[in-house]
């Protein structure tokens, strides 16, 4: 019986390194997903080779099909342009090039928030959504992710916007939350200073709230008072490795 090959996709993070297939008609994975640890020292080379393994381990299911990567930094022509939270070898990689030629298979490589949102737009809470939609990732950073008519504006970064003097996400990601015990109620205010912001320099028709915590999307998003509509994301973690295999899949080579 001839198999179905499917894209992979691979989320590097600054933790984990997580890959699944992923089956496009479904948006769903196609085999459970697979995390390895990131290498203490996360240089490109030592982080190929993790990658190296996750294709390695999922190649039946995967066979020659492309293979979507995502990683914290703006990338622009499949080169890390910023490492913000990740070692600062990176900036300046052609990492398409270092992965296609370690793999032997096409790659492509995305921004995470971008990554993320993409897989919102297709198969979570953005679905069929038209106009600007806004996906935000909540985490170590403040990941952003424009859509406008369903085509990608990549690399928008909003988490580093100014306000009042400070980097967006060293006042509201969600790890400043861990770090300094808020209660919902006052990340909740930093949120709110956030999103009004971005609310007024771009007029998104809906915003979308995604990382880890939006788990908990019950806890603050009701304490946010915006003019769009703000939901949680629906693929929650999965939605970066099913972004990165949507675009792998749907690259102009
Ligand atoms: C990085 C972005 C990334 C976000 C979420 C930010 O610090 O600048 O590129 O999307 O963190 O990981």
């Known amino acids: 019986m001839p198999t179905t090959h499917h894209p992979l996709g691979i989320d590097i993070g600054g933790s984990g390194i997580k890959g699944a297939p992923v089956d496009l008609a479904k948006g769903q994975f196609a085999r459970d997903r697979l995390r390895l640890d990131t290498p203490k020292v996360s240089t490109p080379d030592a982080v190929a080779e993790i990658v190296a ?50 793999l032997g298979r096409p790659v ?24 600007l939609v806004l996906v935000s990732t909540l985490g170590t950073g403040i990941g952003s992710c424009l859509i406008y008519d369903g085509v990608l504006v990549p690399n928008s970064e909003l988490g580093h916007l100014e ?16 770090d300094k015990n808020l209660s919902w109620q006052e990340w909740a205010e930093r949120l709110q200073r956030y999103y009004s912001h971005v609310e007024d320099l771009l007029w998104p028709d809906l915003i979308v709230v995604g990382g ?8 603050f998003l ?7 509509p703000i939901v949680a994301a629906q693929l929650q973690n999965s939605a970066g490795i099913i972004g990165a295999a949507w675009l792998a899949s749907n690259a102009n080579r």
């Open 53 to 102: 393994q996750i294709a390695e381990h999922f190649a039946d299911a995967t066979g020659d099909s492309p293979i979507g990567v995502t990683m914290p930094a703006v990338v622009t022509n499949g080169v890390a342009r910023s490492a913000a939270n990740i070692d600062p070898a990176w900036v300046g990689t052609d990492v398409r090039r270092l992965l296609s030629e370690r």
């Open 222 to 228: 009701p304490l946010l008072h915006l003019r769009a």
């Open 108 to 131: 492509t490589v995305v921004n995470d928030a971008d990554a993320a949102g993409v897989g919102e737009i297709h198969f979570g809470a953005a679905r069929n959504a038209g106009g």
């Open 163 to 178: 306000i009042d003097g400070r980097d967006a996400e060293q006042r509201a990601s969600s790890s400043v939350r861990d």
């Open 212 to 219: 880890g915590v939006s788990r908990k999307a019950e806890k």
